[in-house]
């Protein structure tokens, strides 16, 4: 997706490399209060009371499921009670209205903690694989770095596999190192179940990857890894991302 220089010929120079294999199991968003809601369906009309991120994603989902039109899906939007992106989703709420349109009562629905964890919005595993060759002072001459996730897309499209570029540029594509060579890849990963968004999202494997590696590469120099950082970092210059490429976005 992103690649200058050639990292190829330099790793084949021989000398100073180290490589690392980092790994993110699936995350579960596990909020303080459970998912919940109210409705009740009456005349046509559905109004619910749900501790939501997303009341439109409500609208749209009870419209779907209840076959009424959307302007008919009231949602009273409460205090959330940690959140952290898993209740972007109106999976509860949605039952909730399905069962009090069935029972022709308001419904209260409560998901219990073992409900939470079964039918989650789990945050993607991700399997990250970085190498570096090193000059004598340690300091990289040439940078690989490819990953695999599941990506959130496969949310809505069953045969994605490959990262989208927004989540793809959240500590992947948009690493800042001043470094010659440079190559970035993202390769196929099927999701075998539901994605989604947990706080800072893609960074919590890719940023924990690079960042990790690079303090890695501080010990091995001796050096503090707050100034390795600021090192590889380089000079105050502008940063442009707009030319990376994503070729197998959208492929099966």
């Known amino acids: 997706m992103r690649s200058h220089g050639s990292v190829d010929a330099e790793f084949a120079k021989g000398g100073g490399t180290f490589e690392g294999d980092y790994y993110v199991p699936l995350l579960a968003h596990a909020a303080m209060e459970p998912l919940v809601a109210v409705a009740d369906f009456k ?22 499921e209840l076959g009424i039109p959307k302007e008919n899906a009231i949602c009273h939007v409460t205090l959330l009670g940690g959140a952290f992106g898993r209740k972007s989703k109106p999976d509860c709420v949605a039952e909730a209205a399905v069962l009090s349109k069935k029972l022709g009562r308001p419904v209260k629905v409560v998901w219990t903690r073992e409900d939470d964890m079964k039918f989650d919005y789990y945050n993607a595993v991700a399997a990250m694989y970085l190498q570096a060759s090193l ?37 992947w594509t948009d690493m800042p190192y001043d470094i010659p060579n440079l190559q970035i890849e993202n390769g196929p990963a099927k999701a075998h179940v539901r994605i989604g968004w947990l706080r800072s999202v893609a960074n919590i494997y890719h940023t924990f990857a690079v ?18 950082l600021l090192d590889l970092i380089g000079p105050p210059r502008t940063l442009d991302f707009r030319g990376v490429d994503y070729p197998n976005y959208g492929a099966s």
Do not use: C, M
């Open 43 to 64: 005349d046509g009309i559905l109004t619910a009371w749900a501790p939501t991120q997303n009341p439109q994603a409500v609208q749209a989902i009870v419209s779907q």
């Open 135 to 171: 000059d004598a002072k340690g300091k990289p001459t040439a940078w690989l770095q490819r990953s695999v996730f599941p990506p959130i897309t496969s949310i809505y499209d069953v045969n994605a596999v490959y990262g989208d570029p927004p989540h793809l540029a959240q500590g």
């Open 211 to 228: 960042q990790t590696f690079t303090d890695e590469l501080a010990h091995r120099a001796a050096r503090d890894p707050a100034e390795y």
